[in-house]
């Protein structure tokens, strides 16, 4: 099942954590309080040009020890840091909460197009595939996730554990987890980030091991054993890597039924084909709602059948994507407009330049 | 003068909410008005007797689910599901609902005004005089009246263009009755247009006039109005796909 929830504000009004928790929580029957994470855009402004790493690490002397010798080799810690955290009653604390601003030596990438987020790809897949009780969690500017597992993990006391309401973004994703396939660990649970792009989901992706298969022939390592791990990857070498509009990621990545494609007219359908061959592998099926961010946009769809629900709402600046309409109501009582758009109609949020 | 019992459901989680509806059906209320809901679930469930409920807000998920006999008027949206297994009574909703509205319902009647989301009347089925009506006065999404076995499903279109395609995928029993005509191309295989014939529409007629008087509506262009009625091709659609003789 699972809740998630999504909000933007086109004009990068700050919201601090408290709305969002209180739209997680009154999801709290689409979990099962084994799991919940926050992501937010916009917290870091006084270390806005180093890219923030949220780590989990099993043990803050000799797990740490590797990280930093790992991030001292790829470039220079700037400022680092346990991430303030107040204990909960139900919450079983299993590791300790990390983080590093750190600038990559981009002369360490030559030849790369984006040489920064080339290293801090290969940072965060080294990483988290090597066992040394170190998990990155999020890696990019000005952005981080808070996340835990395990029992006792509601929304409510997952975000008061990190303290949420003392952080203010301008896009904020939050998931609630209905526990069903992977241990539970803190790393597991949504959402999963990869420097720009974050990523929320309601789902199970059937064609995870295809999916999979094909995003590390593209040098990506899974080790989290999730799908949105899969997913966060895939947008980010759709959109960075091959340079696809967004529109077009979502629709290589949620496609249209080829009958759909045979009604289309024909410069669609040769588009729709193109993509549908080129990007087979990466077609994902099963029942999902996706919910993914990056600084400057904010996208919701959901699978072809329309297994899972998506509510979008809008007031003013802000624009909300949530499992239920209550969420949105939660934090914004006076909203107006609600819509419970198609599958296979992205929706797409752009922050004003 | 039936008794009228008001509940504040602000902040308050569904269980001890239900419980109140129940204490107070118990009680004898004839009236139960509940204000300030905010997605509490399966308001209403199980009730019997006759008793109105209003609820004044966004319903939750499996509003009315085996409900046999009550009125729950919803003054709003409502989430996935209104009427889950419903066995009898009315569900009247004044805005839009989510997907799998009148899921496998058995009886009764779930009325919307606005728009339902994907799946409407998804297992609807009918015995004997158990025979449920789903009416949506705005738009329906794919997939609807899937898998529909029994009952009869009304989507009026009142507020544009119906969005529905796969309509009555894996029905084998029941009617699907849109107004308006309905392109080939959204049926399911398993599904096919007939004419409504002038015995289908005095069928339908009183439920059109209920459906209108219930949200202040004119019955008569609904009554006059063209309508495309849709019924399983055979009773066993899938016999080729999951079996072989």
């Known amino acids: ?353 | 003068m039936a008794k009228k019992v008001t509940i504040d459901a602000k902040g308050v989680h569904y269980t001890p909410l239900n419980q109140q509806v129940r204490k107070a059906i118990a009680d004898g209320a004839g009236e139960i008005v509940i204000n300030n809901v905010l997605g509490q679930r399966f308001i209403g469930n199980g009730l019997r007797g006759d008793a109105t409920i209003r609820v004044n807000g966004v319903a939750g998920g499996d509003l009315a689910m085996f409900m046999s006999g009550p009125t729950v008027i919803v003054h709003g949206n409502a989430e996935h599901a209104p009427g889950n297994t419903m066995d009898s009574g009315k569900v009247v909703i004044h805005g839009s609902a989510g997907d799998a509205v009148a899921h496998s319902m058995r009886g009764g009647k779930v009325f919307v005004r606005g728009d339902i989301g994907y799946r409407g009347g998804i297992h609807m089925k009918q015995y004997q005089a158990q025979r449920p009506i789903l009416v949506v006065g705005g738009s329906a999404q794919t997939f609807l009246g899937e898998y529909m076995a029994g009952g009869l499903l009304i989507v009026l279109g009142l507020d544009g263009v119906m969005k529905a395609r796969e309509i009555g995928s894996g029905i084998h029993g029941g009617e699907i009755v849109i107004r308006g005509d309905v392109d080939d191309a959204c049926l399911a295989s398993g599904a096919k247009k007939v004419p409504l014939t002038d015995e289908d529409r005095a069928r339908i007629v009183p439920v059109l006039r209920e459906f209108a008087d219930d949200f202040g509506l004119d019955a008569e262009p609904l009554v006059k109005a063209n309508y495309t009625r849709i019924v399983p091709a055979s009773a066993r659609p899938f016999a080729g796909k999951y079996t072989w003789e």
């Open chain 1, 1 to 353: 099942m699972c809740g998630i929830f999504g909000v933007m504000d086109k004009r990068r009004q700050m919201m601090d954590g408290s709305g969002i928790r209180d739209a997680l929580s009154i999801m709290n029957e689409r979990g099962s309080g084994e799991g919940a994470g926050y992501v937010a855009y916009g917290i870091y402004p006084d270390y806005q040009n180093c890219y923030a790493l949220h780590v989990l690490l099993d043990n803050p002397g000799k797990s740490k020890a590797v990280v930093d010798a790992t991030l001292e080799q790829w470039g220079a810690i700037e400022h680092e840091e346990a991430i303030p955290t107040c204990d909960q009653p139900n919450l079983r604390t299993t590791c300790t909460p990390w983080r590093y601003f750190f600038k990559p030596d981009a002369t360490l990438a030559p030849g790369s197009t984006s040489p920064e987020k080339d290293i801090i790809t290969n940072l965060v897949m080294q990483i988290n595939a090597a066992q040394n009780g170190a998990e990155v969690i999020s890696s990019g500017k000005n952005v981080g996730v808070f996340k835990a597992g395990g029992s006792g993990a509601w929304p409510e006391d997952v975000a008061n554990y990190y303290r949420i309401q003392d952080y203010e973004g301008y896009i904020w994703l939050a998931h609630n987890r209905y526990a069903t396939a992977s241990p539970e660990k803190w790393e597991r649970p949504d959402p999963f980030n990869l420097h720009d792009w974050s990523v929320v989901e309601n789902g199970k992706i059937t064609t995870y091991g295809a999916n999979r298969r094909y995003i590390e022939s593209f040098g990506y390592t899974c080790s989290m054993s999730t799908d949105s791990e899969v997913i966060t990857y895939l947008i980010d070498l759709l959109v960075r890597k091959h340079g696809l509009d967004i529109n077009l990621a979502i629709r290589a990545l949620a496609p249209p039924y080829w009958d759909e494609i045979d009604r289309m007219p024909e410069a669609e359908q040769k588009l729709n084909r193109a993509l549908r061959f080129a990007y087979g592998s990466a077609t994902m099926n099963g029942p999902f709602t996706i919910v993914a961010a990056n600084p400057d946009m904010m996208v919701g769809f959901t699978d072809r059948g329309k297994l899972r629900p998506m509510v979008v709402g809008e007031c003013d600046d802000r624009l909300y994507i949530a499992s239920e309409e209550v969420a949105i109501r939660a934090m914004e009582p006076k909203v107006e407009s609600i819509t419970r758009p198609a599958a296979g109609e992205p929706v797409i949020g752009r922050v004003a330049p």
